[in-house]
């Protein structure tokens, strides 16, 4: 690998010493605030566009909103918001009246839930189950060993279409929930409006990923020290 290729990940210096944090900070060899100046001047000049420069300070507004007692000092963090509160916050700090939920069928009961939440904050929601249009797979190519459930019909997720309904419906801003790997980088491909994602997909941790990167030398401990390729699982 390239040692100049942005690793930030890696870095192991003390956070309140990183280049990234402090004027007179430090970095790697590979810090990309040190070495990626032309990446950094192009960012700043798409923040100049308003609309833009609008949306990231209320998105930065929201941040600090999500705190409390920031005047103590020493400050210590004090979080209090819950990402479904920041949502709807946010949605409201941007004006936002029409929000679009585009959901996996497998979260439909919490999809409901969190659209008369929404509803109920004064937005009118317009919600897209992820088999919209019922497509068979047979559509992409895919041999019936491929399927789910081996020798019935299966309908495909239908990312795109999820975002053209959307689309059409002229959401202000929208809300994935629970969709596939890939299937959610289709849809933020291709809807218009800003997105936000509520929940993303996980089927064995109760759709929180994130759990298998704390238990990673302990239950999951495989995936560190068992690496294995696609051809090695499926073989």
């Known amino acids: 690998m390239d040692k100049n290729l942005a690793r930030c990940a890696s ?5 309140h010493e990183k280049a990234c944090r402090a004027q007179d900070g430090k970095g790697p060899a590979f810090c990309p605030t040190n070495n990626y100046g032309g990446a950094i001047e192009r960012g700043r000049e798409r923040y100049a566009d308003s609309e833009i420069a609008g949306f990231a300070r209320q998105a930065s507004i929201q941040e600090a909103m999500c705190y409390i007692e920031r005047e103590a000092k020493p400050y210590v963090l004090f979080p ?4 479904l509160e920041e949502i709807c916050e946010f949605a409201e700090r941007m004006g936002y009246r029409r929000l679009g939920l585009a959901f996996c069928g497998g979260l439909h009961s919490e999809a409901s839930v969190l659209a008369g939440i929404l509803e109920k904050h004064g937005f009118e929601v317009v919600s897209v189950v992820c088999k919209v249009g019922c497509v068979p797979k047979e559509t992409l190519g895919l041999k019936e060993e491929e399927k789910v459930s081996i020798g019935s019909f ?5 990312p795109i ?3 053209e309904v959307l689309n059409e419906a002229e959401t202000e801003f ?4 629970g969709l596939c790997v890939g299937h959610d980088s289709l849809f933020l491909k291709n809807a218009k409006a800003m997105t936000t994602v509520f929940a993303v997909k996980d089927r064995v941790l109760g759709h929180n990923p994130i759990a298998a990167l704390y238990t990673s030398e302990s239950y999951y ?3 560190v020290k068992r690496p294995r390729s696609i051809n090695e699982k499926n073989g």
């Not at 209090?80 to 990402?83: A, S, T």
């Open 154 to 158: 299966e309908a495909m997720c239908n």
């Open 80 to 83: 209090v918001k819950p990402r």
């Open 161 to 163: 279409t999820q975002a």
């Open 11 to 15: 870095c192991a210096i003390k956070r």
């Open 221 to 223: 401990q495989r995936f």
């Open 174 to 177: 929208n809300i994935i929930m």
